[in-house]
């Protein structure tokens, strides 16, 4: 993996857009102050590939990703790998809550000869090219195929991050061993062994099912199959001797039928012939519609009698003249007596009323005279009120004044000044006041009570007088009208009259109604009768239309008695002549039921002696139920052969797989084996460990001008010191100086190792160093910077450092600075 470009937005320090362009930097440096944001650019290069930075705690510091204030983050990546051109996209943003996620994330190919200068123009992530992955759940499994390397191997061995470049130096030999391990991709061979595990129990499994089928398949011989051929050739020699037999039952239940219609057409008609029988109640319904019609006449009579005498009375009771104009007459007298009597009632209350509005009157006008007169005292006092306060006021100012001083209102000279009152003039001013107040308030609410029921028995007199004249206008009006009528005891004789002819007016229609009622209830008689003498033809008509197949004589249709009669005595010759060919017909049914079931029996001996059950069948469809019974009983033969003749065949191919499986389940319990004990897996990591200690002794011999060389013992790391008569020392005896020159020659040969070791095929194009190069004195640090130049050289990888060293950064040709104002920090290249 070798970076290309890197475009930073809103990233940790870098707020503003920040690009790094890695196209031809073979060996950089990026430099600058501590906390200026070098380390960041390779954080951004692990964020955007990865989703997390080692230093940031893993996945869950996404958080760290974002400026201070920023609300999104953009890294885009351009990178080469295994000669393929990529561009990795990763975008961050914070909701309104405050929480930190990732909203997009893309991983494309690039076309051949990609141009990353066209990033400049703001090509969309759409354009870029193939996309390998979409969303962020798509990134590590993209990216590990596309690097080689998973998460923790590329820190490992591409960017090697502050404060873990000694891990691997000082880490226990389990944990190295893993380390090992997941670079080389040694899992493969415990997955190989589970696999093989696994292979081998399924295999078992398959074996039992397998011998569980051939059990259940022992029945299917070579034996059975023939015995099954046999019954299949005598089931079909049976169908066809039933199909052949049936044609004959056939024909000889269609005679039977035959014979058992004629047979049931006799027992028809005699049935219907006896039927035929004079109904009861003929003669009474016959008589009953003349004494109908006779009575409806003598309704009829009585109705026009009832008519005519109502009429009389009718003409007699307008000759008797108006009852409402006597009735009128009457209520005038009635009411001329009743106004006579109230005329000296209404005359009597109009009087005490006059008197009582009379009294009212005068004691309100003595309760006014009372109310007028305590106003006056009440404004006496109201006006001693006011003399009071001044002469108070006058006798305050006596208190001040002497003999021969000027009197303050009047500027005159005093000669003698007089006595002050021992009493307030004003208070018994005031008490004075509020009894001629009092008095004034209850004279005028007598006043006012007073005036009020005189007004009201005013009203109440006018009202009375009122009533009085109308009284007497009402009175004249009758005396007026009641002049020319005839007397009470006149109008009173010519009512009695007039009431007793209304009665015999009333009798009258009621005799007609009751006449009318007699005669609906003849004609509803006579009606019934019809309807009962036109029923009894429908009937007899119905009866002898049913016989018209038979031809009976013709009917008499002025008497209905002498037609059933004639009808009658003719059912009773046809019902003898019909009884005797019936008992003929029944014969004939008995000898066609013997040949029907002599034909039944012979086919059902086929079946017998065949070895097959005779079917049950109805007398209805025995034909198709003994021709479907027998094709059934061979195809159940022929599915039986078919079935068995199957099963051999399973039970045949069951056995070659039986074989199959047991070999399988041999060989993969051998691989298994082998691969439980580990020690394929521990002899790969023993030669990996050799070949890298080797690998990292030579390079750190010429770190140390030849002083350390680097051994390993049972998994453990040891230096053996030349100049000390070849003492060896623990890694953890190191100076800080030693141990970066030591986990630097580690960091070198597992970089150069990896390729030729690992089973990913990673591919390890570059390597970037962030550590202090601050702790080396100068003489390693020329060191250090002649074998980074030398790794440089080769030219098969990019190389890169992280460092505020001067003295190492001017030595490397292409320098990336890093800077920070307040508000973001800037990349700017200098050198080559």
Same mark, same amino acid.
């Given at each position: 993996?070798?970076?290309?470009?890197?475009?930073?937005?809103?990233?940790?320090?870098?707020?503003?857009?920040?690009?790094?362009?890695?196209?031809?930097?073979?060996?950089?440096?990026?430099?600058?102050?501590?906390?200026?944001?070098?380390?960041?650019?390779?954080?951004?290069?692990?964020?955007?590939?990865?989703?997390?930075?080692?230093?940031?705690?893993?996945?869950?510091?996404?958080?760290?990703?974002?400026?201070?204030?920023?609300?999104?983050?953009?890294?885009?990546?351009?990178?080469?790998?295994?000669?393929?051109?990529?561009?990795?996209?990763?975008?961050?943003?914070?909701?309104?809550?405050?929480?930190?996620?990732?909203?997009?994330?893309?991983?494309?190919?690039?076309?051949?000869?990609?141009?990353?200068?066209?990033?400049?123009?703001?090509?969309?992530?759409?354009?870029?090219?193939?996309?390998?992955?979409?969303?962020?759940?798509?990134?590590?499994?993209?990216?590990?195929?596309?690097?080689?390397?998973?998460?923790?191997?590329?820190?490992?061995?591409?960017?090697?991050?502050?404060?873990?470049?000694?891990?691997?130096?000082?880490?226990?030999?389990?944990?190295?061993?893993?380390?090992?391990?997941?670079?080389?991709?040694?899992?493969?061979?415990?997955?190989?062994?589970?696999?093989?595990?696994?292979?081998?129990?399924?295999?078992?499994?398959?074996?039992?099912?397998?011998?569980?089928?051939?059990?259940?398949?022992?029945? *299917?011989?070579?034996?059975?199959?023939?015995?099954?051929?046999?019954?299949?050739?005598?089931?079909?020699?049976?169908?066809?001797?039933?199909?052949?037999?049936?044609?004959?039952?056939?024909?000889?239940?269609?005679?039977?039928?035959?014979?058992?219609?004629?047979?049931?057409?006799?027992?028809?008609?005699?049935?219907?012939?006896?039927?035929?029988?004079?109904?009861?109640?003929?003669?009474?319904?016959?008589? @009953?519609?003349?004494?109908?019609?006779?009575?409806?006449?003598? *309704?009829?009579?009585?109705?026009?009698?009832?008519?005519?005498?109502?009429?009389?009375?009718?003409?007699?009771?307008?000759?008797?003249?108006?009852?409402?104009?006597?009735?009128?007459?009457?209520?005038?007298?009635?009411?001329?007596?009743?106004?006579?009597?109230?005329?000296?009632?209404?005359?009597?209350?109009?009087?005490?009323?006059?008197?009582?509005?009379?009294?009212?009157?005068?004691?309100?006008?003595?309760?006014?005279?009372?109310?007028?007169?305590?106003?006056?005292?009440?404004?006496?006092?109201?006006?001693?009120?006011?003399?009071?306060?001044?002469?108070?006021?006058?006798?305050?100012?006596?208190?001040?004044?002497?003999?021969?001083?000027?009197?303050?209102?009047?500027?005159?000279?005093?000669?003698?000044?007089?006595?002050?009152?021992?009493?307030?003039?004003?208070?018994?001013?005031?008490?004075?006041?509020?009894? *001629?107040?009092?008095?004034?308030?209850?004279?005028?609410?007598?006043?006012?009570?007073?005036?009020?029921?005189?007004?009201?028995?005013?009203?109440?007199?006018?009202?009375?007088?009122?009533?009085?004249?109308?009284?007497?206008?009402?009175?004249?009006?009758?005396?007026?009208?009641?002049?020319?009528?005839?007397?009470?005891?006149?109008?009173?004789?010519?009512?009695?009259?007039?009431?007793?002819?209304?009665?015999?007016?009333?009798?009258?229609?009621?005799?007609?109604?009751?006449?009318?009622?007699?005669?609906?209830?003849?004609?509803?008689?006579?009606?019934?009768?019809?309807?009962?003498?036109?029923?009894?033809?429908?009937?007899?008509?119905?009866?002898?239309?049913?016989?018209?197949?038979?031809?009976?004589?013709?009917?008499?249709?002025?008497?209905?008695?002498?037609?059933?009669?004639?009808?009658?005595?003719?059912?009773? *010759?046809?019902?003898?002549?019909?009884?005797?060919?019936?008992?003929?017909?029944?014969?004939?049914?008995?000898?066609?039921?013997?040949?029907?079931?002599?034909?039944?029996?012979?086919?059902?001996?086929?079946?017998?002696?065949?070895?097959?059950?005779?079917?049950?069948?109805?007398?209805?469809?025995?034909?198709?139920?003994?021709?479907?019974?027998?094709?059934?009983?061979?195809?159940?033969?022929?599915?039986?052969?078919?079935?068995?003749?199957?099963?051999?065949?399973?039970?045949?191919?069951?056995?070659?797989?039986?074989?199959?499986?047991?070999?399988?389940?041999?060989?993969?319990?051998?691989?298994?084996?082998?691969?439980?004990?580990?020690?394929?897996?521990?002899?790969?990591?023993?030669?990996?460990?050799?070949?890298?200690?080797?690998?990292?002794?030579?390079?750190?011999?010429?770190?140390?001008?030849?002083?350390?060389?680097?051994?390993?013992?049972?998994?453990?790391?040891?230096?053996?010191?030349?100049?000390?008569?070849?003492?060896?020392?623990?890694?953890?005896?190191?100076?800080?100086?030693?141990?970066?020159?030591?986990?630097?020659?580690?960091?070198?040969?597992?970089?150069?190792?990896?390729?030729?070791?690992?089973?990913?095929?990673?591919?390890?194009?570059?390597?970037?160093?962030?550590?202090?190069?601050?702790?080396?004195?100068?003489?390693?640090?020329?060191?250090?910077? @002649?074998?980074?130049?030398?790794?440089?050289?080769?030219?098969?990888?990019?190389?890169?450092?992280?460092?505020?060293?001067?003295?190492?950064?001017?030595?490397?040709?292409?320098?990336?600075?890093?800077?920070?104002?307040?508000?973001?920090?800037?990349?700017?290249?200098?050198?080559?």
């Amino acid at each position: 993996m070798r970076p290309l470009r890197l475009d930073m937005s809103g990233f940790t320090v870098f707020r503003d857009q920040t690009t790094v362009d890695f196209t031809d930097a073979d060996y950089f440096a990026l430099v600058g102050p501590t906390g200026s944001g070098k380390s960041t650019v390779l954080d951004a290069i692990c964020f955007v590939l990865y989703g997390q930075v080692p230093r940031w705690g893993g996945a869950r510091g996404i958080g760290n990703a974002l400026a201070p204030s920023a609300v999104e983050a953009r890294v885009r990546l351009v990178f080469e790998s295994a000669g393929d051109r990529y561009v990795a996209t990763r975008v961050v943003r914070r909701d309104g809550r405050g929480n930190v996620k990732t909203s997009g994330a893309g991983l494309q190919l690039m076309p051949p000869g990609f141009d990353v200068t066209k990033l400049d123009t703001g090509m969309d992530l759409e354009d870029l090219g193939e996309v390998l992955a979409g969303v962020p759940a798509e990134m590590d499994a993209a990216v590990q195929v596309a690097v080689g390397l998973p998460y923790e191997q590329f820190t490992s061995c591409v960017v090697l991050p502050q404060g873990q470049f000694a891990d691997f130096l000082h880490a226990k030999p389990a944990t190295r061993q893993q380390i090992l391990i997941n670079l080389l991709g040694l899992q493969m061979y415990e997955r190989v062994q589970v696999k093989a595990a696994e292979k081998g129990k399924a295999a078992d499994a398959k074996l039992s099912v397998v011998d569980q089928s051939l059990v259940a398949l022992e029945d *299917a011989t070579d034996e059975a199959v023939e015995t099954a051929a046999a019954r299949l050739a005598r089931m079909r020699e049976l169908t066809g001797a039933v199909e052949a037999a049936v044609p004959g039952l056939r024909a000889a239940r269609a005679a039977e039928e035959a014979a058992r219609g004629t047979r049931d057409t006799l027992d028809a008609e005699l049935a219907l012939i006896t039927s035929v029988r004079t109904p009861d109640g003929l003669a009474e319904a016959t008589g @009953a519609i003349t004494a109908a019609r006779d009575a409806a006449t003598r *309704a009829a009579e009585a109705v026009h009698e009832a008519e005519e005498f109502e009429e009389k009375v009718r003409g007699e009771l307008v000759a008797a003249g108006d009852a409402g104009s006597l009735r009128l007459a009457l209520d005038r007298h009635t009411e001329l007596e009743r106004l006579t009597e109230q005329e000296g009632w209404f005359a009597g209350k109009v009087s005490v009323a006059e008197v009582e509005c009379r009294d009212a009157r005068t004691s309100a006008d003595l309760a006014e005279s009372e109310h007028t007169g305590a106003q006056q005292l009440l404004e006496q006092a109201r006006q001693d009120y006011r003399d009071a306060q001044q002469r108070d006021r006058a006798a305050a100012l006596r208190g001040h004044l002497t003999a021969g001083d000027n009197c303050p209102v009047c500027e005159q000279q005093v000669t003698v000044v007089p006595e002050v009152p021992r009493e307030s003039a004003v208070r018994l001013a005031e008490e004075t006041g509020t009894a *001629a107040r009092e008095a004034a308030e209850l004279a005028t609410a007598r006043w006012r009570q007073r005036d009020a029921v005189a007004r009201d028995l005013e009203s109440d007199l006018e009202r009375k007088r009122g009533q009085y004249e109308h009284h007497l206008s009402r009175l004249a009006e009758v005396r007026k009208a009641v002049q020319g009528l005839p007397g009470v005891a006149a109008i009173e004789q010519r009512l009695a009259e007039f009431g007793r002819l209304q009665g015999r007016l009333e009798d009258a229609t009621a005799a007609v109604r009751a006449a009318r009622d007699g005669l609906r209830s003849a004609q509803a008689a006579v009606r019934a009768a019809e309807e009962q003498q036109r029923t009894a033809w429908r009937r007899f008509d119905a009866v002898r239309d049913g016989l018209a197949r038979f031809v009976p004589p013709p009917a008499d249709r002025d008497d209905l008695a002498r037609a059933w009669q004639a009808l009658v005595e003719w059912a009773r *010759a046809e019902h003898d002549a019909r009884t005797v060919r019936r008992e003929e017909a029944q014969a004939a049914v008995l000898a066609a039921h013997e040949a029907t079931a002599g034909a039944h029996a012979a086919i059902v001996a086929l079946f017998t002696d065949a070895g097959v059950q005779p079917p049950a069948a109805s007398p209805q469809d025995a034909e198709a139920t003994l021709i479907r019974a027998a094709a059934v009983t061979a195809e159940r033969a022929e599915a039986a052969w078919q079935r068995l003749v199957e099963r051999r065949e399973q039970a045949r191919e069951q056995q070659e797989q039986r074989m199959s499986l047991l070999l399988e389940s041999r060989v993969a319990k051998s691989l298994a084996g082998h691969l439980r004990a580990n020690n394929f897996e521990r002899w790969l990591l023993e030669e990996a460990l050799d070949m890298l200690v080797d690998g990292a002794s030579r390079i750190l011999r010429e770190l140390t001008g030849g002083q350390y060389e680097l051994v390993h013992d049972k998994g453990e790391f040891f230096v053996i010191d030349h100049h000390d008569a070849g003492l060896r020392r623990g890694v953890r005896t190191l100076s800080g100086g030693e141990t970066f020159q030591a986990s630097l020659a580690l960091a070198l040969a597992l970089s150069e190792q990896l390729a030729g070791m690992s089973t990913t095929a990673a591919s390890l194009e570059s390597i970037v160093l962030d550590e202090g190069f601050g702790t080396l004195d100068a003489a390693t640090l020329d060191v250090v910077a @002649a074998t980074l130049e030398n790794l440089a050289a080769r030219g098969d990888r990019m190389v890169g450092l992280v460092t505020h060293v001067h003295a190492l950064a001017e030595r490397v040709p292409v320098r990336f600075e890093v800077h920070k104002d307040a508000r973001t920090a800037y990349v700017e290249r200098v050198g080559l």
